[in-house]
């Protein structure tokens, strides 16, 4: 399984920018999808995440900003991130687990597959 992200770039404080993560190599999309963040000398940290079905879980520090979403149909999984913060530069990754689960989960360990970032950064 292969992931593809895109998307990222510099904005300003208050700018949106749409992450986009694309699955390959598998022939069902009935798995679950995440997005994580890194950010310089910090841990890695959940953002939100999606099941097949469509339930989503969000990170406090992003609900009401931050909309994750996919299109089964093509394997994509979308992170609107909007109102953004200076706090929000990181590298963004998305992930997906090696089958499928009855939840949706923030915990890494549940993602198998990751893919190779895409950095954001907004500027004050």
């Known amino acids: 399984v292969q992931l593809q992200a895109s998307g990222g770039g510099s904005v300003q404080t208050g700018a949106s920018l749409r992450l986009s993560c694309t699955a390959s190599?598998?022939?069902?999309?009935?798995?679950?999808m995440g997005w994580f963040r890194r950010a310089p000398g910090k841990e890695r940290e959940f953002v939100a995440a999606?099941?097949?079905?469509?339930?989503?879980i969000y990170a406090d520090s992003v609900k009401g900003r931050f909309t994750i979403s996919r299109d089964n149909a093509k394997n994509t999984v979308y992170l609107q991130m909007d109102a953004m913060k200076p706090e929000d530069t990181a590298v963004y990754y998305c992930?997906?687990?090696?089958?499928?689960?009855?939840?949706?989960?923030?915990?890494?360990?549940?993602?198998?597959?990751w893919g190779q970032g895409t950095q954001v950064t907004i500027s004050s």
């Open positions: 992930a997906t687990p090696s089958r499928s689960y009855s939840a949706v989960s923030i915990d890494p360990n549940r993602y198998d597959y």
């Open positions: 190599g598998r022939t069902s999309n009935r798995y679950d």
């Open positions: 999606i099941s097949w079905s469509g339930g989503t």
